[in-house]
């Protein structure tokens, strides 16, 4: 698990975040992020589309991937809530 962000030109950037299930990786633009390079099934519909940051999160988290869980998140998975 890990992540790894490089600029690729002028204000544009990729960030690679591997989890313990998957490997994302994005592009990140001045107004824009996008999921790019996966090919996971579960991802087809959101895949080289822009989004808002946040929005990407919430349609990420509507695919099952929660890279912002809150606690509940942790008790539905049967994992351990970390100390704050």
Do not use: Q
């Not at 544009?12 to 824009?32: H, Q, S």
């Not at 996971?40 to 946040?54: N, R, Y």
């Not at 990407?56 to 929660?66: D, M, N, R």
């Amino acid at each position: 698990m890990g992540w790894k962000l490089r600029a690729i030109e002028d204000e544009v950037a990729i960030l690679d975040i591997k989890t313990m299930r998957i490997t994302l990786v994005f592009e990140i633009g001045p107004k824009y992020m996008k999921l790019i390079d996966n090919s996971d099934p579960v991802l087809k519909d959101i895949i080289d589309k822009e989004f808002a940051p946040g929005d990407l999160l919430i349609e990420l988290g509507k695919c099952g991937i929660h890279l912002m869980p809150i606690d509940d998140d942790a008790k539905i998975g049967n994992i351990g809530i970390k100390n704050r």
